[in-house]
């Protein structure tokens, strides 16, 4: 999916700030932050949303959380707290069609989800 920002940033043809890498997940800091620490988490693989995850990708998500885990003790915020999330469609406020987790950290988010 050459016109997927994301599919670019995989194939190295977009420049982005890589903290971490495997054969299944790439991770990069947000372009435009909200957060002290905000990376981005994502399949290799061009999967549109949440909502077009098949049963056979469902670990996939897993190994993405466990990643941004691994991510948020790096960044110095695993004991402080972070908010994972995965918008899925539209009113989701997805805006980016390629799956992908946001880590935020680095601050006292708020109370409220939306
Ligand atoms: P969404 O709203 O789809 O859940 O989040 C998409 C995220 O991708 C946004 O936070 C946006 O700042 C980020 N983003 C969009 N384009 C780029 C890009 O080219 N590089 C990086 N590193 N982040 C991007
Ligand atoms: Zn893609």
Partial sequence: MMD???CQIVAGKLP???LYQDEEVIAFRDIHPLAPTHVLI???RHIPSL???TDA???LIG???KVANKLAQEEGVAESG???VVSSGEQGGQIVP???MHLLGGRRLSDKLC
């Fill in 16 to 18: 982005s700030e890589t």
């Fill in 42 to 44: 994502i399949p290799k």
């Fill in 63 to 65: 190994h993405m959380a």
């Fill in 98 to 100: 390629h799956l992908h």
């Fill in 51 to 53: 909502a077009q995850l």
């Fill in 4 to 6: 997927c920002i994301f």
């Fill in 82 to 84: 972070y908010r994972l």
């Fill in 57 to 59: 990708e469902t670990p």
